[in-house]
């Protein structure tokens, strides 16, 4: 068993210096408070592959894309970065 943790925590230390002290502090920790952090981290797992999923999606992108396209907020929000930048669309640079 003693072999098994020093293998794990060797493990560990080679991916991170960081993670070694996670482990540390995490074993510091009441069972209770263990069975927590392991459904918290689950989760945020969980939520981040699926919103990474998403984005790579390329058609719940280009959906995205075009409901942006027709919300009225970021319409007037683009016409007002509009209007502040005419003045260099004037300063003859797009000929390049």
């Known amino acids: 068993m003693l ?3 020093t293998v794990m925590s060797w493990q ?3 991916m991170s210096p960081h993670l070694a002290e996670i482990e540390r502090s995490i ?3 009441s069972l ?3 069975e927590w952090l392991l459904k918290r981290i689950t989760e945020r797992v969980r939520i981040n592959k699926e919103s990474l999923d998403k984005l790579v999606d390329a058609g719940y992108l280009a959906e995205q894309l075009a409901q ?3 919300d009225p907020q970021i319409q007037a929000e683009i016409a007002s970065i509009n209007k502040e930048f005419i ?3 004037m300063d003859g ?3 390049l």
């Open 3 to 5: 072999i098994k943790q």
């Open 12 to 14: 560990l230390i080679m």
């Open 27 to 29: 074993n510091a920790l």
């Open 32 to 34: 209770e408070e263990q």
């Open 68 to 70: 942006m396209a027709k």
């Open 87 to 89: 003045v260099t669309e």
């Open 93 to 95: 640079l797009d000929i």
